[in-house]
């Protein structure tokens, strides 16, 4: 069986068809250090992102707490930042449900 998945593979992969296609190119701008945070703070990697109607910023990170090992109620937090990128606030500080979240969303009421 593996054979047979492996010759497919191949000839899927070898194939002329899918040679000449290429990925559309995404426009974007990039702005270094869009978000501003206290200097106490800091980020971890980024799990989920997410905007509201406002243009506020909200990052799920899975960065511990600035203070101490990153576990239990502080494996992760959810910060929102401002349209201009400076932080506001900590949404659910210590909230031991963060650290098995998997990304944060804004649904067409602004509910996070």
């Given at each position: 069986?593996?054979?047979?998945v492996?010759?497919?593979?191949f000839?899927?992969?070898?194939?002329?068809?899918?040679a000449?296609?290429?990925?559309?190119?995404?426009?974007?701008?990039?702005?270094?250090?869009?978000?501003?945070?206290?200097?106490?703070?800091?980020m971890g990697?980024?799990?989920?992102?997410?905007?509201?109607?406002?243009?506020?910023?909200?990052?799920?990170?899975?960065?511990?707490?600035s203070?101490?090992?990153?576990?239990?109620?502080?494996?992760?937090?959810?910060w929102?930042?401002?349209p201009?990128g400076?932080?506001?606030r900590?949404?659910?500080?210590?909230l031991?449900?963060?650290?098995?979240?998997?990304?944060?969303?804004?649904?067409?009421?602004?509910?996070?």
């Amino acid at each position: 069986m593996k054979g047979v998945v492996a010759a497919v593979l191949f000839a899927l992969l070898g194939s002329p068809a899918l040679a000449q296609q290429s990925a559309p190119l995404i426009a974007y701008d990039s702005v270094p250090d869009a978000l501003k945070l206290p200097p106490d703070l800091y980020m971890g990697e980024a799990a989920g992102v997410a905007v509201n109607s406002n243009g506020h910023v909200f990052v799920f990170h899975r960065g511990g707490s600035s203070r101490g090992p990153a576990f239990a109620n502080t494996a992760a937090q959810l910060w929102e930042f401002g349209p201009d990128g400076n932080f506001i606030r900590e949404i659910g500080k210590n909230l031991y449900a963060w650290s098995f979240a998997h990304a944060v969303r804004v649904d067409h009421d602004d509910n996070i």
